[in-house]
Protein backbone atom coordinates (compact mmCIF):
# COMPACT_ATOMS: atom_id res chain seq x y z
CA UNK A 1 0.00 0.00 0.00
CA UNK A 2 1.13 3.36 -0.54
CA UNK A 3 0.86 6.17 1.42
CA UNK A 4 -2.34 9.19 1.36
CA UNK A 5 -0.65 11.38 -1.29
CA UNK A 6 1.86 9.16 -2.70
CA UNK A 7 0.98 8.12 -6.14
CA UNK A 8 0.65 4.26 -7.10
CA UNK A 9 3.77 2.49 -8.60
CA UNK A 10 2.58 0.22 -11.54
CA UNK A 11 4.27 -3.01 -11.44
CA UNK A 12 5.23 -4.17 -15.26
CA UNK A 13 4.42 -7.68 -16.10
CA UNK A 14 6.23 -10.50 -18.36
CA UNK A 15 6.60 -9.15 -21.78
CA UNK A 16 5.26 -5.39 -20.70
CA UNK A 17 7.24 -2.27 -20.77
CA UNK A 18 6.39 -0.02 -17.87
CA UNK A 19 5.83 3.62 -19.33
CA UNK A 20 8.13 6.21 -17.85
CA UNK A 21 6.23 8.39 -15.70
CA UNK A 22 5.31 11.99 -17.17
CA UNK A 23 6.85 14.73 -16.94
CA UNK A 24 5.68 17.16 -14.03
CA UNK A 25 3.85 19.86 -15.80
CA UNK A 26 5.34 23.44 -16.06
CA UNK A 27 3.49 26.34 -14.56
CA UNK A 28 2.87 28.41 -17.51
CA UNK A 29 5.01 32.10 -16.51
CA UNK A 30 2.75 34.95 -17.59
CA UNK A 31 4.04 36.90 -20.47
CA UNK A 32 5.21 40.29 -19.19
CA UNK A 33 2.71 43.04 -19.88
CA UNK A 34 4.01 45.47 -22.49
CA UNK A 35 3.21 49.08 -21.38
CA UNK A 36 1.81 51.38 -24.30
CA UNK A 37 2.23 55.19 -23.47
CA UNK A 38 -1.08 56.87 -23.94
CA UNK A 39 -0.47 59.57 -27.05
CA UNK A 40 -1.27 62.86 -26.74
CA UNK A 41 -2.00 63.24 -30.53
CA UNK A 42 -3.94 59.66 -30.54
CA UNK A 43 -5.96 60.43 -27.55
CA UNK A 44 -6.55 63.97 -29.08
CA UNK A 45 -7.69 62.29 -32.26
CA UNK A 46 -10.14 60.16 -30.78
CA UNK A 47 -11.78 63.16 -28.57
CA UNK A 48 -11.70 65.03 -31.75
CA UNK A 49 -13.69 62.46 -33.54
CA UNK A 50 -15.92 62.54 -30.94
CA UNK A 51 -16.63 65.77 -30.79
CA UNK A 52 -17.41 65.82 -35.04
CA UNK A 53 -19.86 62.99 -34.08
CA UNK A 54 -21.40 65.24 -31.84
CA UNK A 55 -21.61 68.40 -33.86
CA UNK A 56 -22.94 66.35 -36.86
CA UNK A 57 -25.55 64.81 -34.63
CA UNK A 58 -26.46 67.68 -32.47
CA UNK A 59 -26.57 70.67 -34.77
CA UNK A 60 -28.14 73.70 -33.26
CA UNK A 61 -30.73 75.72 -34.62
CA UNK A 62 -28.67 78.94 -33.65
CA UNK A 63 -25.75 78.41 -35.75
CA UNK A 64 -23.88 80.91 -37.72
CA UNK A 65 -25.44 79.90 -41.11
CA UNK A 66 -28.70 79.91 -39.89
CA UNK A 67 -28.22 83.74 -38.33
CA UNK A 68 -26.98 84.94 -41.28
CA UNK A 69 -30.33 83.72 -43.00
CA UNK A 70 -32.49 85.14 -40.17
CA UNK A 71 -30.23 88.55 -40.61
CA UNK A 72 -30.88 88.74 -44.28
CA UNK A 73 -34.29 88.39 -43.77
CA UNK A 74 -34.51 90.64 -41.22
CA UNK A 75 -32.94 93.39 -43.56
CA UNK A 76 -35.77 93.27 -46.33
CA UNK A 77 -37.67 95.93 -44.93
CA UNK A 78 -34.78 98.63 -44.17
CA UNK A 79 -33.89 97.42 -48.05
CA UNK A 80 -37.17 98.53 -49.10
CA UNK A 81 -37.42 101.79 -46.70
CA UNK A 82 -34.03 102.83 -48.48
CA UNK A 83 -35.13 102.10 -52.17
CA UNK A 84 -38.32 104.21 -51.51
CA UNK A 85 -36.75 107.30 -50.16
CA UNK A 86 -35.97 110.27 -52.64
CA UNK A 87 -32.41 111.09 -53.39
CA UNK A 88 -29.14 109.17 -54.51
CA UNK A 89 -27.69 108.77 -51.48
CA UNK A 90 -30.16 106.72 -50.33
CA UNK A 91 -30.35 104.75 -53.71
CA UNK A 92 -26.74 104.20 -53.47
CA UNK A 93 -27.55 102.72 -49.59
CA UNK A 94 -30.11 100.84 -50.82
CA UNK A 95 -27.20 98.62 -53.37
CA UNK A 96 -25.31 97.73 -50.40
CA UNK A 97 -28.20 96.49 -48.39
CA UNK A 98 -28.95 94.64 -51.22
CA UNK A 99 -25.72 94.02 -52.06
CA UNK A 100 -24.63 92.88 -48.75
CA UNK A 101 -28.01 90.57 -48.18
CA UNK A 102 -26.50 88.81 -51.53
CA UNK A 103 -23.53 88.25 -50.17
CA UNK A 104 -24.64 86.72 -46.76
CA UNK A 105 -26.65 84.21 -49.60
CA UNK A 106 -23.60 82.82 -50.53
CA UNK A 107 -21.90 82.94 -47.25
CA UNK A 108 -24.50 80.82 -44.65
CA UNK A 109 -24.72 78.68 -47.65
CA UNK A 110 -20.90 77.68 -47.94
CA UNK A 111 -20.60 77.42 -43.75
CA UNK A 112 -23.49 75.30 -43.70
CA UNK A 113 -22.03 72.86 -46.04
CA UNK A 114 -18.45 73.17 -44.59
CA UNK A 115 -19.01 73.40 -41.01
CA UNK A 116 -21.84 70.27 -41.57
CA UNK A 117 -24.25 73.23 -39.56
CA UNK A 118 -27.16 72.15 -42.24
CA UNK A 119 -30.60 72.26 -40.15
CA UNK A 120 -34.46 71.73 -41.09
CA UNK A 121 -34.89 75.26 -40.19
CA UNK A 122 -31.94 76.18 -42.13
CA UNK A 123 -33.53 74.51 -45.22
CA UNK A 124 -36.82 76.15 -44.81
CA UNK A 125 -35.90 79.45 -44.05
CA UNK A 126 -33.28 80.01 -46.98
CA UNK A 127 -35.03 79.32 -49.68
CA UNK A 128 -37.41 82.07 -47.85
CA UNK A 129 -35.03 84.28 -47.21
CA UNK A 130 -33.49 84.29 -50.56
CA UNK A 131 -37.16 84.70 -52.58
CA UNK A 132 -38.41 87.47 -50.30
CA UNK A 133 -35.57 89.88 -50.78
CA UNK A 134 -35.77 89.14 -55.08
CA UNK A 135 -39.56 89.59 -54.87
CA UNK A 136 -39.37 92.68 -52.76
CA UNK A 137 -36.54 94.15 -55.10
CA UNK A 138 -38.83 93.59 -57.82
CA UNK A 139 -42.15 94.40 -56.35
CA UNK A 140 -40.39 98.02 -55.22
CA UNK A 141 -38.62 98.87 -58.56
CA UNK A 142 -42.39 97.59 -60.54
CA UNK A 143 -43.90 99.93 -58.26
CA UNK A 144 -41.45 103.12 -58.97
CA UNK A 145 -42.00 102.49 -62.38
CA UNK A 146 -38.76 101.36 -63.22
CA UNK A 147 -39.18 98.02 -64.07
CA UNK A 148 -42.56 96.54 -66.21
CA UNK A 149 -44.45 94.56 -63.75
CA UNK A 150 -44.74 91.63 -66.38
CA UNK A 151 -41.11 91.04 -65.97
CA UNK A 152 -41.53 90.80 -62.46
CA UNK A 153 -44.70 88.56 -62.42
CA UNK A 154 -42.68 86.35 -64.63
CA UNK A 155 -40.39 85.50 -62.03
CA UNK A 156 -42.07 85.74 -58.87
CA UNK A 157 -44.79 83.15 -60.92
CA UNK A 158 -41.74 80.90 -61.78
CA UNK A 159 -40.01 81.11 -58.61
CA UNK A 160 -43.52 80.04 -56.56
CA UNK A 161 -44.22 77.30 -59.40
CA UNK A 162 -40.61 75.71 -58.65
CA UNK A 163 -41.12 76.05 -54.98
CA UNK A 164 -44.66 74.37 -55.16
CA UNK A 165 -43.49 71.87 -57.47
CA UNK A 166 -41.11 70.95 -55.11
CA UNK A 167 -43.60 70.44 -52.75
CA UNK A 168 -46.13 67.68 -54.85
CA UNK A 169 -43.06 65.48 -56.08
CA UNK A 170 -41.12 65.81 -52.37
CA UNK A 171 -42.74 62.09 -51.78
CA UNK A 172 -41.01 60.72 -54.50
CA UNK A 173 -37.79 62.56 -53.61
CA UNK A 174 -35.91 65.76 -53.81
CA UNK A 175 -34.65 68.01 -56.64
CA UNK A 176 -31.66 69.21 -55.78
CA UNK A 177 -30.55 72.60 -56.91
CA UNK A 178 -28.97 72.78 -60.32
CA UNK A 179 -26.07 74.79 -61.63
CA UNK A 180 -28.59 76.64 -63.63
CA UNK A 181 -30.09 77.51 -60.78
CA UNK A 182 -27.32 79.08 -59.22
CA UNK A 183 -26.70 81.19 -62.40
CA UNK A 184 -30.19 82.17 -62.55
CA UNK A 185 -30.08 84.12 -58.85
CA UNK A 186 -26.71 85.45 -59.83
CA UNK A 187 -28.25 87.24 -62.95
CA UNK A 188 -30.98 88.41 -61.40
CA UNK A 189 -28.61 89.86 -58.52
CA UNK A 190 -26.81 91.72 -61.53
CA UNK A 191 -29.85 93.04 -62.82
CA UNK A 192 -31.98 94.54 -60.14
CA UNK A 193 -28.62 95.99 -58.90
CA UNK A 194 -28.23 97.78 -62.09
CA UNK A 195 -31.79 99.18 -61.83
CA UNK A 196 -30.91 100.39 -58.25
CA UNK A 197 -27.70 102.04 -59.53
CA UNK A 198 -28.85 105.95 -60.68
CA UNK A 199 -27.63 106.67 -64.14
CA UNK A 200 -27.32 103.20 -65.58
CA UNK A 201 -28.09 103.41 -69.66
CA UNK A 202 -31.46 101.46 -70.15
CA UNK A 203 -29.92 99.35 -72.84
CA UNK A 204 -27.55 98.09 -70.29
CA UNK A 205 -30.41 97.23 -67.70
CA UNK A 206 -32.70 96.03 -70.57
CA UNK A 207 -29.53 93.60 -71.59
CA UNK A 208 -28.95 92.58 -68.16
CA UNK A 209 -33.05 91.95 -67.07
CA UNK A 210 -33.42 90.07 -70.60
CA UNK A 211 -30.44 88.10 -69.81
CA UNK A 212 -32.05 86.81 -66.71
CA UNK A 213 -35.82 86.85 -67.36
CA UNK A 214 -34.83 84.03 -70.17
CA UNK A 215 -32.35 82.12 -67.85
CA UNK A 216 -34.49 81.71 -64.99
CA UNK A 217 -37.98 81.02 -67.73
CA UNK A 218 -35.22 78.11 -68.85
CA UNK A 219 -34.23 76.29 -65.73
CA UNK A 220 -37.98 76.66 -64.66
CA UNK A 221 -38.96 74.44 -67.44
CA UNK A 222 -35.92 72.66 -66.73
CA UNK A 223 -37.53 71.82 -63.04
CA UNK A 224 -40.48 70.54 -64.62
CA UNK A 225 -38.59 68.35 -66.55
CA UNK A 226 -36.93 67.01 -64.05
CA UNK A 227 -40.03 66.39 -61.62
CA UNK A 228 -41.80 64.85 -64.18
CA UNK A 229 -39.15 62.32 -65.06
CA UNK A 230 -38.72 61.72 -60.92
CA UNK A 231 -41.96 60.62 -60.58
CA UNK A 232 -42.16 58.11 -63.62
CA UNK A 233 -38.82 56.69 -61.64
CA UNK A 234 -40.68 56.46 -59.02
CA UNK A 235 -43.50 54.85 -60.26
CA UNK A 236 -41.79 52.04 -62.04
CA UNK A 237 -39.62 51.16 -59.39
CA UNK A 238 -42.82 50.64 -57.09
CA UNK A 239 -44.16 48.76 -59.74
CA UNK A 240 -41.49 46.05 -59.95
Not at 130 to 140: E, R
Not at 157 to 184: C, D, W
Amino acid sequence: MTERGEPPVDVAGPGEVTPEPAAPPVAAVPAAPVAIPASADVAGAVAGEGAADATVRHVSTWNIANVLTIARLAIVPVFTVFLFVEGEGWRLAALGVFLLASLTDQLDGWLARKYALITDFGKIADPIADKALIGAALLSLSYLGEIPWWVTLVIIAREAGVTLLRFLVIRHGVIPASYGGKVKTVLQIVAIALYIVPGVPDLVRWAAMGLALVVTVGTGADYVVRAVRLRQVARSARSR
